[in-house]
């Protein structure tokens, strides 16, 4: 069964400084993975996504994730955080026939001044 | 383009009541998918839906909970009898492809429940 684990439940950085959100997941073979947002009252946003090629993919709002194998990871990052980066952030994963997401539990970023 | 909407955006019932739950998903959307967020939890697959027939619905927690999606448009998830444990938030996703490098799942804003 496809799992994914995000061991920070909370993250506080501040403004400016950099950011990385670890993910772990654990699946069979390749799989699909995501990053998704949730902004208070808002919905789930697709950030990035890595279905195969590169390793290092871009996404929206200058963010950042790397696939790394070796490691069954798919951290996050972004270079320089803007107060409006506080939010939830989940990591997703989906099988090859992508019948279901799995998700983590989720990460709270706080950003302060 | 309108995106997924799911209505309404909160509902508070009691204990014993029945609500429904509605999601509309993108128009030409075959796939929908069903979710919930329980408090403090990770967001867990409920059911799929391709068109109007259940792909999958093997996150569904108990008989308490009926989802519906006739003529393959939008679907209704109904908690009846609603328990205190029901409360959280509930997603709704759709997608056009599965299983393509253009898969992906667009969500709605998703419905709180609170059952007290």
């Known amino acids: 069964a496809q799992s994914v684990t995000q061991p920070d439940i909370h993250i506080t950085v501040s403004e400016g400084a950099s950011l990385e959100l670890r993910c772990n997941y654990s699946?069979?073979?390749?799989?699909?993975l995501f990053w998704y947002v949730q902004s208070p009252g808002q919905g789930l946003q697709l950030l990035l996504k890595y279905f195969s090629g590169d390793t290092l993919v871009q996404g929206i709002k200058g963010f950042e994730a790397e696939f790394k194998r070796s490691q069954s990871s798919f951290n996050l990052r972004k270079p320089s955080v803007h107060w409006s980066d506080a939010a939830e952030y989940f990591c997703?994963?989906?099988?090859?026939?992508?019948?279901?997401?799995?998700f983590g539990t989720g990460t709270k970023l706080q950003v302060i001044p | 383009e309108a995106g997924v909407t799911q209505f309404p955006s909160h509902s508070v019932i009691e204990k014993g009541q029945t609500v429904t739950l509605r999601c509309d998903p993108i128009s030409g959307h075959d796939n929908l998918y069903w979710y919930r967020r329980v408090m403090g939890k990770e967001i867990k697959f409920l059911l799929h839906f391709v068109k109007e027939s259940k792909q999958d619905e093997s996150g569904m927690p108990n008989n308490r909970f009926l989802a519906e999606r006739t003529g393959g448009t939008y679907s209704t998830l109904k908690v009846q009898p609603a328990e205190l444990e029901d409360s959280g938030v509930y997603f709704c996703?759709?997608?056009?492809?599965?299983?393509?490098?253009?898969?992906?799942?667009?969500f709605g804003q998703g419905t709180r429940l609170t059952v007290v």
């Open positions: 699946y069979g073979a390749t799989p699909y």
């Open positions: 997703a994963v989906v099988g090859m026939s992508y019948q279901k997401v799995t």
């Open positions: 996703a759709s997608s056009q492809d599965r299983g393509t490098e253009n898969t992906e799942a667009f």
